[in-house]
């Protein structure tokens, strides 16, 4: 046979069968305590937590449990090496036992590539400007400009 236990709304104990207070509220809420001093406890609306006779406040304030099986073992966490995406693992550990004059000459040359590239990019465009923009293309412009402007009949300022 088992004991039906309720559990005190306030201090949050153990209620056995006949023993405890009931309280009613108006909207039809039940509440149970264990005593008149939780029950006066609540009416005053005290906070549970603040009051170190209740087990809410025991638990907050971590009281009465057995330290020492709580405790968890916590694992070393182990260094795990994977290769990433456009780099396989052997080209990794190969850049990082290179020696760091090795390493900078590598900067140095790929830096100095990049540079000869923009450079070549920019002659060629220096080129392509010079044949499309010459002094014979001015001024063959020019002639068309005014070969335009004399077949244009003369405006006259006619007031209307």
Request: charged share 35%; hydrophobic share 30%; net charge positive.
């Amino acid at each position: 046979m088992s004991l039906k236990l309720d559990l005190c709304n306030f201090s949050g104990s153990k209620i056995y069968p006949s023993r405890g207070i009931r309280l009613a509220r108006v909207d039809g809420k039940i509440y149970n305590f264990i005593n008149k001093k939780s029950r006066n406890a609540y009416l005053m609306k005290k906070n549970p937590r603040k009051i170190a006779w209740t087990v809410l406040y025991r638990r907050k304030h971590k009281k009465g449990t057995e330290t020492d099986v709580a405790k968890k073992r916590t694992r070393k966490t182990t260094k795990f090496q994977r290769s990433i995406q456009g780099a396989t693992l052997e080209n990794i550990l190969a850049k990082r036992n290179q020696k760091p004059e090795v390493r900078k000459a590598q900067r140095e040359q790929v830096i100095r590539s990049q540079k000869e590239k923009l450079k070549a990019k920019k002659e060629a465009k220096q080129v392509n400007k010079k044949k499309t923009d010459t002094k014979a293309v001015r001024a063959a412009q020019k002639k068309i400009n005014k070969a335009n402007t004399k077949s244009r009949p003369a405006r006259t300022n006619v007031m209307m």
